[in-house]
């Protein structure tokens, strides 16, 4: 594609920043070296495929990496098509739904909510399932609320029911004092802002957006499939890994 003349230093600083050259960069994503130094030095913006690839590999967004590309239209439609359903609220996913989204996961669960204690109340067997999991190679990353921290505490009198969200939060690591020491099972507690839970199983995503002033359990749930090019399961995604790179592990061993 054509150069934009300056250098990316977004690619430049990604490609330094997961310690690799660009001669491993272009290998990995099916181009020579020279290539890559085009695409850094001269701000050359790489076909589709080649942006799609080289941002998983860096773990970066491909909009951030070349903003330019945010209105392309071909990158909307693939986001539209992420796009599975819409929930009205928590309870319109059905318990049969959230049960073979774990048991069908092979890669990944990822779990971020304040509390989420529906997952204990109404998932039958909900802890067996993620053990379940792990034995078989699913990688479980569990990031619940820190109940005495004060994002907790803030979100409780947002929802005006006061301390009851920290003794939720309390209750779910009760839950999962069981979980813990399953090999391949890692949690962490947040006291982070939370503008929308996520709850991830391989290429599967729902998130619950949080309303002020109202329980997540009565905000609608965007259900998505990861698909190349798209925008919205990356943008959840990195909520997640944000907020759990800000967190303290708690798990066993």
């Known amino acids: ?110 779990v971020l909510a304040f509390a989420g204690s529906f997952l204990h109340d109404a998932i039958p067997e909900f802890d067996e399932r993620l053990i379940a999991a792990a034995r078989r190679g699913v990688q479980v990353r569990l990031l619940f609320g820190d109940h005495e921290g004060d994002a907790v505490a803030r979100r409780g009198e947002e929802e005006g029911i006061g301390d009851l969200l920290s003794a939720r939060c309390r209750l779910t690591w009760n839950y999962l004092q069981g979980i813990l020491p399953a090999p391949g099972v890692t949690a962490r507690k947040h006291n982070a802002t939370l503008y929308a839970s996520v709850f991830r199983f391989d290429e599967t995503l729902l998130a619950n957006p949080h309303t002020y002033g109202a329980a997540a359990s009565h905000s609608p749930v965007l259900h998505l499939r990861r698909l190349p090019g798209g925008r919205l399961f990356t943008t959840y995604m990195k909520s997640f890994d944000r907020t759990w790179d800000g967190a303290t592990d708690v798990s066993a061993g």
């Open 1 to 110: 594609m054509t150069s934009h003349g300056a250098s990316n230093e977004r690619l430049r600083a990604a490609i330094t920043g997961s310690g690799s050259s660009f001669t491993d960069v272009g290998e990995a994503v099916g181009v020579d070296r020279k290539t890559v130094e085009r695409w850094v030095g001269a701000g050359r913006v790489p076909h589709h495929r080649h942006r799609v690839a080289l941002a998983q590999l860096l773990g970066e967004d491909d909009v951030f990496l070349w903003p330019q590309t945010a209105t392309s239209q071909r990158s909307e439609s693939a986001s539209q098509a992420e796009f599975v359903a819409l929930y009205p609220n928590r309870g319109s996913v059905s318990i049969d739904t959230w049960a073979s989204l774990i048991d069908g996961a092979t890669e990944a669960i990822d």
